[in-house]
């Protein structure tokens, strides 16, 4: 009985491993970031190693990626983080939303929400675990940017409009 279900559970693993995860490989950039704001050196480092692999179109995959349902569990993940926050596509936004994504930036990498504690659990992605020096210096870039909005563009623009529910 215990040969039959561990035959099982083999060939079932095996079986899954045929169904396919669309991986975040589109490398597409046209509206990145870096076209219309400011992105120094040692920033864009900081992002690289623990943005942008799930915030970007620019997903670096780990060995383990290509063995379900790891790669399914990697695809919802990085679908997820873009779906919140795409740097890639960052300046097709409107104005005002992305003065809200730089807040939320803040916010998130502030309150250690970013990156999440699963992305660098047992020493995965030791490139993403951010020093408070590391933090500082992500949130100090996010306010210079949102700064920039504010002495470029008028106030009213920066500000997202309430969407009011339909008239019954």
């Known amino acids: 009985m215990i040969k039959k279900i561990t035959l099982g559970l083999i060939a079932?693993?095996?079986l899954i491993q045929f169904i396919p995860a669309e991986k975040n490989e589109s490398n597409?950039?046209?509206?990145?970031?870096t076209k219309s704001y400011n992105v120094p050196g040692h920033v864009a480092m900081i992002l690289k190693g623990a943005c942008n692999d799930c915030h970007?179109?620019?997903?670096?995959?780990?060995?383990?990626s290509n063995i379900q349902p790891v790669k399914?569990?990697?695809?919802?993940h990085v679908n997820e983080?873009?779906?919140?926050?795409?740097?890639?596509?960052?300046t097709k936004l409107p104005l005002a939303v992305q003065n809200h994504k730089l807040e939320e930036i803040i916010e998130m990498v502030e309150e250690k929400e970013m990156p999440l504690a699963s992305y660098t659990y047992l020493g995965l992605h030791p490139e993403a675990k951010l020093s408070d020096e590391e933090r500082k210096?992500?949130?100090d870039w996010a306010k210079d940017q949102m700064a920039m909005l504010a002495a470029?563009?008028?106030?009213?623009?920066?500000?997202?409009?309430r969407r009011t529910p339909p008239a019954q």
């Open 152 to 161: 470029t563009y008028p106030p009213d623009s920066l500000v997202m409009k």
């Open 28 to 33: 597409d950039t046209e509206f990145d970031i």
């Open 137 to 139: 210096i992500l949130v």
């Open 72 to 76: 399914y569990m990697l695809a919802d």
């Open 56 to 64: 970007t179109n620019l997903t670096r995959y780990p060995w383990y």
């Open 12 to 14: 079932l693993f095996v």
């Open 81 to 90: 983080g873009k779906r919140k926050l795409n740097l890639s596509a960052f």
